[in-house]
């Protein structure tokens, strides 16, 4: 029984019990409605409406969309929800989200327990509330309130959602035996039938100039995505409209919205994301392990910033530096990082404290003897890594999992190091590490399952988006980002100017383009890992002479000043630098290249051909476990937008035979070995297979 109904003396009970989140599926509108028309029929006074299991209907079932509708729809559950002739009382647990808090917005009363959270998340995934929430919110809480809370998606807890008037009261738990009471004191007080639809938007801040310089922010916080833009439609209709005009006006936005590109690609990414951390084929019986402690070896970029996720999620960590003054500098960094967070207002001072005494230093490899965890995040040199192994496996307690932060180096060859190579696993973090949420699980030779399990769920826990990966030069992410790399410095070289690349890949919804990502990391650090290859490993020397030639200008980018770009050095503003188109012909004339022009369909197309074709070459050698592997680390570690999907989704739209013609044309025109479709590609499109299918065929 998705929705059951009880008499409890005079007033009705609606339960809903659709695990694991209560979506509105198709069963659950049809039992809300088959319901509700008993309650009406019955003797009860007041109806409360509410939900078993962890939370309040927390949206719409969002596998349906896509699919051909099945009434009765949500607006017409709402609408006989609103229309009924007894007060409906909503009573909210967990998370009352999107379709969820729309039809408690149809209700005449909502209560919740104080733990209880309202949002309408779908401009996350491409949408907009399509059952009456962008035309009720503005009704109950003003334009302004209303567009920020549906524009950001961001969810409210029940104090605030209780100021703003989105609820009318919050409750002791139990929730059930509160909602009982708050309805009965309603029917003796003969409360109305409270109706959202009936009243009116204050005019105050629904001007037009307020909508245009929403449609303005937006536009550039939301940069590429049609959703927002459609919600200040929606939420301007609602300032304009009679509710029932503006309420068809929500819902063909919402249907087109449904139908739109952007709105799948948010979806996979959503489904994906939640698939990431399943391990395939792991021991079922394999339990994490608790960690209740962390360690990590290294103060630096990457060691600060890690320790910083535990210590947000409340977990204590040592950490451990050379020596006093690498630790000092390591901690300074660490509580500048927090009072930059405060001075943002994004945390309280009180808070950052706590969060800060957390974090204990310390020289003496002795202080890890109890920790359940270890992440070294040292230079990345294999010999410094495989003496920092070697001393952990001496001081750790038998059942510590010892991770490595390593990009590039052999996983295995760390574990050898100690006589425990089941509990050793890489957890590569991204920079900076307390902000970026990709975090790869790199799986070495004999990692043991339930290590592979803890390392998963310690990483929701922290707040990351964890990913499985396979060892390999540069895992998922870093080997796929060396083909994109690549070819910026190839467009360079043929004809494009830097600012050129980065506005294709930008225009495309890139958070960065290429080659200012490498201004920011430095491109020093790309030198002096390629002066350690041999000729052959580096391959065509045209690829990396432009880079090559500026480092050894004293252009390493923002730090220096100057790299692709030259940078203010008060603002950091960005501006385009003659001298580089200088290095650039240079460069091309030495190594015999004619200079053309290059459009930036082309510049788009071969990046994310790049990255396409080293994604197969990835999922056939099994690096990775999914193609949604692949796209959540793009997005997640990587700037991809998320509305486009992450590259294999790409090339799943775009259609395989497409892409694998497109690399073969680009075979054909350079000559360049790598752009040779990628076997699994190739015998995909030869067999007519998706993805999907060889992913239902491999398991
Ligand atoms: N539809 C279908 N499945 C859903 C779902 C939904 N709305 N919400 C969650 N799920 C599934 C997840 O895929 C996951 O499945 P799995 O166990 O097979 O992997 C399972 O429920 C549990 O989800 P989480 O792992 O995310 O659980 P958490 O406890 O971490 O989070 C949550 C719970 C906060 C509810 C989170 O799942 C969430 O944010 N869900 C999406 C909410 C949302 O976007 N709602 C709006 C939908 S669009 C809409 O309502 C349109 C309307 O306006 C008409
Ligand atoms: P970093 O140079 O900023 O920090 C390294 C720190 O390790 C220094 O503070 C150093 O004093 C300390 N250290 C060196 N040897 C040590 C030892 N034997 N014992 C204890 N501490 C020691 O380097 P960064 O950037 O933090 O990188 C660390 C690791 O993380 C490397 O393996 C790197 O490849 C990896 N990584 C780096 C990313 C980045 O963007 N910087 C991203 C992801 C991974």
Request: glycine share 10%.
């Amino acid at each position: 029984m998705l929705v059951s109904y009880e008499l409890v003396d005079d007033i009705g009970v609606i339960t809903v019990n659709n695990p694991p989140v209560n979506a509105l599926s198709h069963g659950v509108r049809e039992g809300l409605v088959t319901a509700l028309a008993t309650a009406q029929a019955d003797s009860s006074k007041a109806i409360v409406l509410l939900c078993e299991g962890r939370t309040f209907i927390a949206g719409a079932e969002i596998s349906e969309f896509g699919k051909p509708p099945q009434a009765p729809s949500l607006p017409e559950v709402n609408a006989a929800i609103e229309g009924a002739s007894k007060p409906v009382i909503a009573a909210l647990h967990g998370t009352a989200l999107g379709g969820g808090f729309e039809v408690a917005l149809s209700c005449h009363y909502r209560c919740a327990v104080s733990d209880a959270a309202v949002g309408l998340p779908e401009v996350k995934l491409g949408l907009l509330p399509g059952a009456g929430g962008t035309q009720r919110v503005p009704r109950l809480i003003g334009v302004e309130a209303a567009l920020d809370m549906i524009a950001s998606g961001k969810p409210v807890t029940a104090a605030k959602a209780l100021k703003l008037g989105l609820i009318d009261r919050v409750v002791d738990a139990p929730l059930k035996a509160a909602a009982l009471a708050y309805a009965r004191e309603l029917v003796a007080e003969g409360a109305m039938l409270r109706r959202v639809r009936d009243m009116k938007v204050s005019a105050e801040d629904a001007s037009a100039e307020q909508f245009a310089s929403w449609r303005t922010t937006l536009g550039k916080r939301m940069r590429g995505q049609q959703a927002p833009q459609r919600i200040v439609a929606c939420v301007e209709a609602a300032s304009r409209l009679p509710f029932d005009e503006g309420l068809a006006f929500e819902r063909g936005q919402f249907v087109e919205c449904t139908e739109s590109e952007q709105s799948a690609a948010l979806r996979h990414i959503f489904f994906a994301e939640r698939q990431a951390p399943k391990v395939l084929g792991l021991d079922p019986a394999s339990q994490p392990r608790p960690i209740q402690r962390v360690g990590i070896i290294g103060g630096g970029t990457m060691g600060g910033g890690i320790a910083m996720c535990f210590a947000n999620a409340g977990i204590p960590v040592t950490l451990l530096e050379l020596n006093q003054d690498g630790l000092d500098r390591g901690l300074a960094l660490i509580g500048k990082n927090y009072g930059i967070t405060v001075s943002k207002g994004k945390l309280s001072e009180q808070e950052a404290v706590r969060r800060e005494r957390l974090i204990r230093g310390t020289t003496d490899y002795a202080d890890l003897g109890e920790v359940d965890l270890v992440i070294e995040a040292v230079f990345e040199s294999m010999e410094v890594k495989r003496q920092v192994f070697a001393r952990l496996d001496e001081v750790c307690k038998p059942g510590a999992i010892l991770a490595t932060n390593t990009s590039y180096l052999d996983v295995n060859e760390i574990a050898r190091v100690t006589d425990r190579p089941q509990d050793v696993v890489g957890l590569h973090f991204f920079s900076p590490a307390n902000v970026m949420r990709l975090l790869e699980v790199v799986r070495a030779d004999d990692t043991a399952d339930d290590v592979l399990a803890t390392a998963m769920a310690i990483g929701k826990r922290i707040g990351k988006v964890p990913v499985l990966a396979r060892v390999c030069f540069g895992f998922i992410g870093n080997r796929m980002l060396r083909q994109y790399a690549r070819e910026a410095q190839l467009c360079m070289i043929e004809g494009a100017s830097p600012e050129q690349i980065d506005g294709a890949l930008t225009g495309f919804g890139m958070a960065m383009g290429p080659l200012a990502v490498g201004d920011l990391a430095g491109l020093d650090i790309g030198y002096k890992a390629r002066q350690a290859l041999t000729d052959a490993q580096k391959g065509d020397p045209k690829s990396y002479c432009i880079a090559d030639a500026l480092v050894e200008m004293g252009r390493l980018g923002q730090k220096s000043g100057a790299g692709y770009y030259r940078y203010d050095p008060e603002t950091r503003a960005r501006s385009v630098d003659p001298e580089v188109l200088e290095v650039i012909e240079a460069q091309a004339s030495k190594h015999g290249v004619s200079r053309r022009a290059l459009s930036s369909d082309e510049i788009l197309d071969r990046h994310l051909m790049a990255l396409v074709n080293e994604g197969f070459r990835i999922l056939e050698e099994g690096i990775a476990q999914r193609p949604g592997d692949i796209d959540v680390a793009y997005v997640h570690g990587y700037g991809f937008p998320a509305y486009q999907g992450g590259p294999m989704f790409y090339a799943a739209q775009r259609g395989l035979a497409s892409v694998r013609d497109r690399l073969k044309a680009l075979q054909r025109q350079t000559g360049a070995g790598y752009w040779e479709p990628a076997p699994l590609l190739e015998r995909l499109v030869s067999q007519g297979q998706s993805l999907d299918d060889w992913m239902a065929e491999k398991h």
